[in-house]
């Protein structure tokens, strides 16, 4: 079983940065898909990015060039780096894993993981 815990969420002013982080316990990080969602008040939840355990990465359009995800194998942890952050950012933001990825897959639907995070909240004022 894995269990991952974000942190890194916080308030900040439109145009500002914020750098989450997930780290993982227990498990086979290395061969685990992993990827971050969002779920703003009254919206649904949404993909936002993802990495592939062999490292491919992708992204929401609404997040594609502003955003960064990255994993690092040896500490368990995977980060999002958001920048040039928008009120339309703000929401509940998620770490999530898959253990049943193919090494270049990351899924986007939420009841494809199987590992989920508490979630950390990130609010952009405008």
């Known amino acids: 079983q894995v269990q991952l815990i974000e942190s890194g969420g916080g308030l900040v002013q439109a145009g500002a940065s914020l750098r989450l982080s997930c780290a993982a316990s227990?498990?086979?990080?290395?061969?685990?898909?992993m990827g971050w969602f969002r779920q703003a008040p009254g919206k649904e939840r949404e993909f936002v990015a993802g990495?592939?355990?062999?490292?491919?990465?992708y992204y929401a359009d609404s997040v594609n060039g502003r955003f960064i995800i990255s994993r690092d194998n040896a500490e368990k942890t995977v980060t999002l780096q958001m920048d040039s952050l928008t009120p339309e950012d703000t929401a509940v933001y998620y770490c999530?894993?898959?253990?049943?990825?193919?090494?270049?897959?990351?899924?986007?639907?939420?009841?494809?993981?199987?590992?989920w995070g508490q979630g950390t909240q990130v609010t952009v004022s405008s």
């Open positions: 999530v894993g898959d253990p049943r990825a193919q090494r270049y897959d990351v899924r986007r639907r939420w009841e494809e993981y199987d590992y």
């Open positions: 227990g498990g086979t990080f290395i061969r685990t898909a």
């Open positions: 990495i592939a355990w062999g490292d491919s990465t």
